[in-house]
C-alpha cells in the first residue's frame, strides 16, 4: 500500500515537472548497477569457499 502511494506521488510529481522523469530514471540505473555489482561480488566471494564441484556447479549458476 505504501509502494502504491509512492508511485501515485511520483506520477503527479512527474506530471507537475518533468525533467524529473530522467532524474527518477538515472537513479533506478545507478542503483540497479550498483546492486548488481555487489551481487555478483558476493557471489564470487562466496565461490572461493566451495572447492567441490558438485557445489561449485550449483554456486555459478
Known amino acids: ?13 512527474i506530471a ?8 527518477i530514471v538515472a537513479t533506478l540505473l545507478i542503483f540497479i548497477g550498483a546492486l548488481l555489482t555487489v551481487i ?3 557471489f564470487k566471494k562466496m565461490g572461493r569457499h566451495f572447492q567441490d564441484p558438485f ?5 555459478r549458476f
Open 16 to 23: 507537475l515537472y518533468p525533467p524529473l522523469l530522467s532524474i
Open 55 to 59: 557445489s561449485d556447479f550449483f554456486v
Open 1 to 13: 500500500m505504501v509502494l502504491g502511494i509512492l508511485l501515485i506521488i511520483a506520477g503527479f510529481m
Open 40 to 42: 555478483s561480488y558476493r
